[in-house]
């Protein structure tokens, strides 16, 4: 499963599933020894770079933590990154 490489619409569906998974700890809270690393490891295969890392700790300490695991973390770096993070603007140089 090449997941950095995915299109935009299947890391939604991977993200949304993750998110799902996510939720087994609340009915097996044991889930979470395993859940947290692998959380962390699959958001820094789906997102390159530091954005990547960083929501890698954001998921990790979400689903580490009890009660925090609601949140649906994957699905809302995917928001940020294709619908709510402006275009960079590439710089033309002319010399």
Same mark, same amino acid.
């Given at each position: 499963? =090449?997941?950095? =490489?995915?299109?935009?619409?299947?890391?939604?569906?991977?993200?949304?599933?993750? @998110?799902?998974? &996510?939720? /087994?700890? %609340? /009915?097996?809270?044991?889930? @979470? %020894?395993?859940?947290?690393?692998?959380?962390?490891?699959?958001?820094?295969?789906?997102?390159? &770079? =530091?954005?990547?890392? *960083?929501?890698?700790? *954001?998921?990790? *300490?979400?689903?580490?933590?009890?009660?925090? @695991?609601? *949140?649906?973390?994957?699905?809302?770096?995917?928001?940020?990154?294709?619908?709510?993070?402006?275009?960079?603007?590439? /710089?033309? @140089? %002319?010399?």
């Amino acid at each position: 499963m =090449n997941l950095e =490489n995915a299109s935009k619409y299947k890391k939604l569906a991977y993200g949304l599933i993750f @998110d799902a998974l &996510g939720y /087994v700890s %609340i /009915v097996f809270p044991p889930f @979470d %020894i395993f859940w947290a690393p692998a959380s962390a490891w699959l958001m820094t295969k789906m997102y390159k &770079g =530091n954005k990547g890392k *960083i929501a890698a700790a *954001i998921v990790f *300490i979400e689903e580490a933590l009890p009660m925090l @695991d609601i *949140i649906p973390t994957f699905t809302l770096m995917w928001l940020y990154t294709f619908v709510f993070k402006t275009k960079e603007e590439k /710089v033309i @140089d %002319i010399s």
